[in-house]
């Protein structure tokens, strides 16, 4: 079955320190890969995606990841991190061929310290 | 705001009852989803229709029913309501395969 791990529950970084939040799926093809955040009480933002092509993505507020086949993970990072980043990040993938469903990782909880 | 909108943004009822949550998707997302957040299961996704048909179906209780309506907004009840359905529920919306989706801001949905 098609699964996606976040195997950081909670996460806490200093300010202007740099952050990689993991993130592995199983799946059997190369799926859609997204990543969301989250503020507490909000709606989930879309932070960037992958479909195809360079594996090296950017996002928006400063962030990137990378997609690794070989290793079918999907790590969110950023250089230096900010205390307004301190949010909930969730993992999603897209599988083929069950259309445009996307299943989430449980989410990792990203704590600043200033 | 994302352009998808969701209300009502709070809900508070008591067990056995019945609601309905209302979305209307960002302005040419012919796709909605239902998800279901709670801390236990974190994000469960419940439905999905595109331009009114059913298309994929979850996680979704037989108590809980949705439909799209023409002008695509969507709505999901809950019926027989048990103190575990408190939960957020997100309506999402998407232009196509492969697009991400778009979230509204959610319904907080307690039941008493």
């Known amino acids: 079955a098609q699964s996606v791990t976040q195997p950081d529950i909670h996460i806490t970084v200093s300010e202007g320190a740099s952050l990689e939040l993991r993130c592995n799926y199983s799946?059997?093809?190369?799926?859609?890969l997204f990543w969301y955040v989250q503020s507490p009480g909000q709606g989930l933002q879309l932070l960037l995606k992958?479909?195809?092509?360079?594996?090296l993505v950017q996002g928006i507020k400063g962030f990137e990841a990378e997609f690794k086949r070989s290793q079918s993970s999907f790590n969110l990072r950023k250089p230096s991190v900010h205390w307004s980043d301190a949010a909930e990040y969730f993992c999603?993938?897209?599988?083929?061929?069950?259309?445009?469903?996307?299943?989430f990782g449980a989410g990792t909880i990203l704590r600043v310290k200033s | 705001d994302s352009g998808v909108t969701q209300t009502p943004k709070h809900l508070i009822t008591a067990t056995g009852q019945r609601v309905t949550l209302r979305c209307s998707p960002r302005?040419?997302?012919?796709?909605v989803y239902w998800y279901q957040q709670s801390l236990d299961q974190g994000l469960q996704f419940l439905i999905q229709?595109?331009?009114?048909?059913?298309?994929a179906k979850g996680n979704i209780l037989e108590r809980f029913s949705a439909q799209q309506f023409p002008d695509l907004h969507s709505e999901l009840n809950l019926s027989s309501l048990e103190l575990g359905d408190s939960a957020l529920y997100f309506c999402?919306?998407?232009?196509?395969?492969?697009?991400?989706?778009?979230f509204g801001s959610g319904t907080r949905l307690t039941v008493v």
């Open positions: 999402a919306s998407s232009v196509g395969q492969g697009h991400g989706y778009t």
């Open positions: 799946y059997g093809a190369t799926p859609y």
């Open positions: 992958y479909f195809s092509g360079d594996t």
């Open positions: 999603a993938v897209g599988f083929m061929e069950y259309g445009n469903k996307l299943v």
């Open positions: 302005s040419g997302d012919l796709s």
């Open positions: 229709y595109y331009n009114g048909e059913e298309r």
